[in-house]
RNA sequence: GGUUCGGUAGCUCAGCUGGAUAGAGCAUCAGCCUUCUAAGCUGAGGGUCAUUGGUUCGAAUCCAAUCCGAAUCACCA
């Protein structure tokens, strides 16, 4: 159990005890002590004040006193500064809390709590490579799953494919007519970007063709519906419904193209999912349900034929569920799908990473499943993250603004690479070795990078400040821990049961913070917010590295110091992993 | 226009279930490597917490209005 929680119980019974009246923890806060007072955690009294009408003065006094004689394992002394009553924890605590868990390798995880979770990201399109917006939801969706799984979830991570539409048809149509057969072989290029390039292509020709039209005399509107490749782009849609073999091969040709180049930039970056799903295979899902639907009332059938849902109740407004031409739209399918992963899986909760721009569309999904009594409906969860932007704005891929996800990342292991060199720590390393450690680093700055601000909140990203690696970064953890590690190959753990009575108030604020390592775990998994974690590993490295300045512990002043000191160093690599870990971030033993 | 989200140091961000003198990192400046890895440590300067009003013993935090920015409201994906 928390201390925080352990100095609620004893607040709460010796409140009740001392002053003959039932409290609960709802009656005061307990904070951190500011660095400024003496004392480690803070009672806020003046919520008592009201209560019991004594002043901050009596109250804290009585209740210090109270406390000292009921927890005297707990509390060493107390003061009081205005309606503050600051308590000591007894050094005894922090050093039996070092003492059980300092090579404990679970310290920190909790227990299987049989729920399944379903954690659905990254969800490229294959009609172009990925970028570092796509990065932002791969680590956050990573995170996340790991976070959960700490917390003693089952959790299945996935990923929906979208392979088709009329985006997908737009590279194809631009590949027929301006790429004479190239393919990523005899171009050597990666097949995602190959396939980008004729997205890109399209747009181009489809800009001109418009500005052609236009010149003609025809309106936006009109030139926007009827340049010739918009024409072809829409029959060739049609063709692929309606299974034309030479479009369904070439589909299968272009996306393969485009795996083969996502394969290797997840197996770079450290992503898989458990479960794939292809749009393809799912997009007419869901249409039974809007049969459902409409015998529940749910929906309603306007005279073209097509089926709408009012929302307009909810503050919302009226929203397609299907075509009148009965084609499905984007909500229909994924009304199907979160039937689908509900019946194969017998999820407890759907968490489904997706960019803010679609908080609507995610709110309607939920609302509707609602409104048709869906068993799973209130467990669909939209963890929605801002967008990455630049300095000038959003990034637009066919304008091309976008910081390309395999250029960011090569270029961050370059950096990598380019420090490792300039610092000449580890000449004796063998080529692969260094290429690991490369990566480890790189990545590992990457990552930090992207999941240590608030999911929700968007983020910008200037290319022409490289990302840092030193301060509030991955490298900076990842350093602190190879010290330690360097240090644990001299020293290893002593075996023996000394222990010192006293504590130096940094060794004494290194034990404070990995107290909270449990409680952190379980926060970040309650708000599914991996920047908590990222916070926290870099004010334990940080403290720790204070501590390391300040005193030896080699060299510490007796066997029992530096018994101690040792189990500090070990107990904080086991957090700073374990934690980092959860960020899908490596440590390297030696950097 | 409706709805939703955001505005904290030069820059990037914490803090937001109300609590003590608003914190980090970067950048700037001044120090620290004959002692466990200096990707580190210590210190300095830097703030109208968008604005105004309200609630409260107490507001960056809650409420209202205003200003600014963004997303979204398609038989698009």
Not at 392 to 409: C, F
Not at 514 to 538: G, R, W
Request: glycine fraction near 6%; aromatic fraction near 10%.
């Amino acid at each position: 159990m928390s201390i925080v929680k352990q100095i609620q119980e004893a607040t709460v019974k010796t409140l009740s005890s001392t002053f003959n009246e039932a409290f609960s923890e709802k009656d005061f806060q307990i904070n951190q002590t500011k660095p400024e007072f003496e004392g480690d955690y803070t009672i806020v009294l003046f919520s008592l004040v009201k209560l019991l009408k004594k002043s901050p003065e009596e109250i804290g006094n009585e209740l210090g006193n109270a406390l000292l004689k009921d927890f005297p394992h707990l509390f060493s002394a107390f003061n009081i500064i205005k309606g503050f009553l600051n308590l000591n924890i007894t050094n005894s605590f922090w050093i039996a809390l070092l003492q059980k868990n300092h090579n404990d390798i679970c310290y920190g995880k909790h227990a299987m709590n049989g729920k399944k979770v379903m954690v659905e990201y990254s969800s490229p399109n294959t009609n172009k490579p990925l970028h570092l917006g796509h990065l932002r939801n791969n680590f956050l969706g990573w995170s996340v799953a790991e976070i959960l799984k700490a917390n003693g979830y089952d959790v299945l991570k996935s990923c929906i494919v979208n392979d088709r539409g009329i985006h997908i048809c737009k590279s194809m149509i631009a590949w027929q007519l301006f790429a004479n057969g190239a393919t990523p072989l005899t171009t050597q290029k990666k097949g995602d970007h190959f396939v980008g390039d004729y997205y890109v292509l399209f747009n181009d020709e489809y800009k001109k063709q418009v500005a052609a039209l236009k010149a003609d005399g025809m309106t936006e509107g009109d030139a926007e519906k009827n340049a010739p490749i918009m024409l072809q782009t829409q029959q060739m849609l049609h063709d692929w419904e309606a299974g034309k073999p030479e479009v369904i091969e070439l589909w299968k040709k272009m996306n393969n193209w485009v795996y083969e180049g996502f394969d290797v930039t997840y197996k770079t970056i450290g992503s898989n999912f458990d479960k794939t799903y292809y749009e393809s295979e799912t997009y007419l899902l869901g249409k039974d349900i809007i049969q459902e639907g409409l015998d529940k009332k749910v929906f309603y059938r306007k005279d073209d034929g097509s089926v709408w849902i009012d929302l307009t109740a909810e503050g919302l407004d009226e929203k397609l569920v299907l075509r009148k031409d009965g084609t499905s739209v984007y909500m229909t399918q994924d009304i199907g799908l979160a039937k689908q992963k509900y019946d194969q899986y017998k999820i407890d909760q759907s968490i489904y990473v997706i960019g803010d721009e679609q908080n609507y569309h995610m709110k309607v999904l939920k609302l509707i499943a609602q409104k048709l009594g869906l068993p799973y409906a209130d467990d669909i969860y939209h963890l929605s993250y801002g967008m990455v932007e630049l300095p000038t704005g959003k990034m637009k891929s066919r304008e091309g603004t976008v910081v390309d996800a395999d250029d960011i990342v090569a270029e961050m292991i370059a950096t990598a690479q380019h420090h490792t060199e300039a610092l000449g720590k580890v000449k004796d390393f063998t080529t692969d070795e260094l290429t690991a450690l490369y990566k480890t680093i790189g990545l590992g700055a990457m990552k930090f990078y992207l999941l240590r601000v608030d999911p929700k909140k968007k983020m910008i990203f200037n290319p022409e400040e490289s990302i840092d690696f030193h301060g509030f970064t991955g490298p900076f953890i990842q350093y602190t821990y190879a010290r330690i590690k360097s240090i644990l190959r001299k020293e290893p753990l002593l075996k023996n049961d000394a222990t010192p009575n006293n504590l130096l108030p940094l060794e004494k604020e290194v034990l404070f913070i990995l107290e909270q390592f449990p409680t952190i775990i379980a926060d970040a998994a309650k708000e599914l917010n991996p920047s908590v974690l990222a916070n926290y590993l870099f004010l334990l490295a940080k403290t720790f590295n204070s501590f390391y300045t300040e005193h030896s512990i080699a060299n510490a002043e007796n066997m029992e110091k530096k018994s101690l000191r040792l189990q500090l160093a070990v107990m904080t690599a086991n957090v700073l992993s374990n934690g980092i870990q959860m960020l899908g971030i490596n440590m390297p033993e030696r950097m």
